[in-house]
């Protein structure tokens, strides 16, 4: 499977966390490369909070699988790092056996099963923050979340042993599901490290100001914003479902799935499909506001889509 977005860290490039940089180096050398992401972070903000600092009192528990190691975060959220991510209201959650084993078994599938969404993975996420909602917040839980702001930092909650997104919910978890919502959000880091690194949208392109896109399947969820997209929104949902369609068309021709996450994951493809092709009519229409090289973006992600 090609793929649109680039699927690599250019070397040398200002995400190449093994780089000759005087803070990064620094951080290397004392042995904290866990918190490399976290020196990224101020920068991307043009911020003055060392972030980096306040990441060392996480405690990183490490799992490796097929030869790559991922940092699990423990500790409590440093305030500074959370208010900037949008994780005022979550923390951290216990390290369980069986967090560990899902964990564990969710990037094994990914590993052995989905191969390319592995080296994704592998390439583009160092570190995991699994939360849940701090007592009392009247709201609903995320899934699983990235942030531009912080690269190759990945968040998701228990829902995703069970939510594939938007709609189809399991009364019974899986690390399979916890497997598509991974690759999702590592797949949202490597678009956001490609639009950094390249120029996607035309000259003068704002979020605030773009054109919005109707979602309609998102309209009974209550929440505004999540019921027309920006063009960068919806440019980044396209090219996940991109990914994700084709790890669930995977799932679906296996035979080792259960009665419920063959019922899941058809119900999530059969939503998904329709949703990604309707997308991408509606970004050919406001081509304008891309880049000669967005547009070829958009090209490939056509063709990929004409594929599913």
Known sequence: MSTTIAAR???????????SDPEL???REEGAESVLPFALMG????????????????????????GTTFGWFDAELPREIADDVNLTNYRIVEHTDERR????AALDRLSLVHPEGFERMREFVRGMLWVGLKPGVPISSLTSSS???LPYVIVFSDKARHHIPPNTVSPEPSPLFLAENLL??????????HIHQHQVFADGYSSA??????IAWRAGQGVTRNQSWEIDRAFHATCVYNQLLRFRRTELDRDDLTANERASFRSAYDEGLPAARYLMRELE?????????????????RQQIDQL
């Not at 043009?46 to 405690?59: F, G, I, N, V």
């Not at 100001?209 to 109707?214: A, D, G, L, R, V």
């Not at 229409?285 to 992600?301: C, K, Q, S």
């Open 43 to 66: 920068r991307i903000l043009r911020s003055d909070t060392p972030y980096a600092e306040h990441a060392r009192t996480l405690r990183s528990e490490q799992l490796t699988v097929a």
């Open 209 to 214: 100001t773009s054109p919005k896109i109707e």
């Open 9 to 19: 860290v250019p070397s040398g490039s200002f995400f190449d966390l093994t780089r």
């Open 184 to 193: 999702h959000e590592g797949t949202h880091q490597s678009i956001a490290l």
């Open 101 to 104: 084993a899902a964990l564990t």
């Open 285 to 301: 229409i406001l081509g304008a506001h891309f880049t000669p090289h967005g547009v070829d973006l958009l090209t490939g992600l």
């Open 147 to 149: 942030d531009p702001a």
């Open 25 to 27: 180096t620094r951080l």
